[in-house]
T-cell receptor, first 114, second 111 residues
Framework: NAGVTQTPKFQVLKTGQSMTLQCAQDMNHEYMSWYRQDPGMGLRLIHY???????DQGEVPNGYNVSRSTTEDFPLRLLSAAPSQTSVYFCASSHTSGSTYEQYFGPGTRLTVT | DQQVKQNSPSLSVQEGRISILNCDYT??????FLWYKKYPAEGPTFLIS?????DKNEDGRFTVFLNKSAKHLSLHIVPSQPGDSAVYFCAASAISNDMRFGAGTRLTVKP
């Protein structure tokens, strides 16, 4: 049981390039999310999904696209990278059961845009 | 707008004593509240959560208290251990799964 996996761990892009950050979970969770964390700040929600085929925007969605074709995978696409997107990106999966809510994070992708 | 706030950037406690981390929120529509621990260069680790229908939840050394009228929650760690030293984030989610995080509190537990 690997939990939440993310690839790559590190990436350097030039301004204007595009790329996809991969995220997969093997816990059969319905919910998946993408966050970014900038220095001195908490995590900010980019996009989330409540199930295959359903996605929605979070707090900071501009410049990013997502899709959810399977329960397991939730890739994040940067359409045209900008220096403001330099950040650490975390993917998470979560589930609720009655009054409990649990969310598990991947190890993160550190992205630098030059 | 910052809907979840952790007003103390840091906290230092002695090993064996209680650590109390605080969090305030503004959105009364939040249904779940969660606490995470984070080490550098790692993803956040889920610690404990509480539903808005409860006022207390315990798991081992960790207890979360929720005061809905004050829009305040706290995490108690008893007894504190040096391995608990990390950044702690509180987060809150509405039923839509739109989750908001506080900026974090760095806990240092001194031997």
């Amino acid at each position: 049981n690997a939990g939440v996996t993310q690839t790559p761990k590190f990436q350097v892009l030039k301004t204007g390039q595009s790329m996809t950050l991969q995220c997969a979970q093997d816990m059969n969770h319905e919910y998946m999310s993408w966050y970014r964390q900038d220095p001195g700040m908490g995590l900010r929600l980019i996009h989330y999904s409540v199930g295959a085929g359903i996605t929605d925007q979070g707090e900071v969605p501009n410049g990013y696209n997502v899709s959810r074709s399977t329960t397991e995978d939730f890739p994040l696409r940067l359409l045209s990278a900008a220096p403001s997107q330099t950040s650490v990106y975390f993917c998470a999966s979560s589930h609720t059961s009655g009054s409990t809510y649990e969310q598990y994070f991947g190890p993160g992708t550190r992205l630098t845009v030059t | 707008d910052q809907q979840v706030k952790q007003n103390s950037p840091s906290l230092s406690v002695q090993e064996g004593r209680i650590s109390i981390l605080n969090c305030d929120y503004t959105n009364s529509m939040f249904d779940y509240f969660l606490w995470y621990k984070k080490y550098p260069a790692e993803g956040p680790t889920f610690l404990i959560s509480i539903s808005s229908i409860k006022d207390k939840n315990e798991d081992g050394r960790f207890t979360v208290f929720l005061n809905k009228s004050a829009k305040h929650l706290s995490l108690h760690i008893v007894p504190s251990q040096p391995g608990d030293s990390a950044v702690y984030f509180c987060a809150a989610s509405a039923i839509s799964n739109d989750m908001r995080f506080g900026a974090g509190t760095r806990l240092t537990v001194k031997p």
